[in-house]
């Protein structure tokens, strides 16, 4: 499977925004996807992560309570809502897939990568 990232843009402070994850030319619906972040000189981070099926999320402490991953395997296309940003926030997002759980998507080795959508969270 082949994934790509959109949705990306320039949103003020306290505003929302929502990636878009789409999967083409494999079994999308058989992958656990979740979606990490980087800033420069930083690590890439581990956002939140969904099973499979959709019934199983797993979020980091950065983001829980305003963040919301979801999937719909009908459209090959897995979802990050993004409420309540901050300048913090700012950084190119990815997806990835791996046979895996939503509680194991921080675990990288084996993902499928997607290409980044940008994200710049003005103050």
């Known amino acids: 499977v082949q994934l790509q990232a959109f949705g990306g843009g320039l949103v003020q402070a306290g505003g929302s925004l929502r990636l878009s994850c789409v999967g083409s030319?494999?079994?999308?619906?058989?992958?656990?996807v979740g979606w990490f972040r980087q800033s420069p000189g930083k690590e890439r981070e581990f956002l939140a992560g969904i099973s499979w099926r959709g019934d199983h999320t797993h979020y980091s402490d950065a983001v829980k309570g305003r963040f919301t991953i979801s999937r719909d395997n009908d459209k090959s296309t897995a979802f990050l809502q993004m409420t309540r940003l901050e300048p913090e926030d700012t950084a190119l997002y990815f997806c990835?897939?791996?046979?895996?759980?939503?509680?194991?998507?921080?675990?990288?080795?084996?993902?499928?990568w997607g290409q980044g959508t940008l994200v710049t969270v003005s103050s």
């Open positions: 030319g494999g079994t999308f619906a058989t992958y656990a």
């Open positions: 990835a897939a791996g046979v895996t759980t939503a509680l194991a998507m921080p675990v990288t080795i084996g993902h499928i």
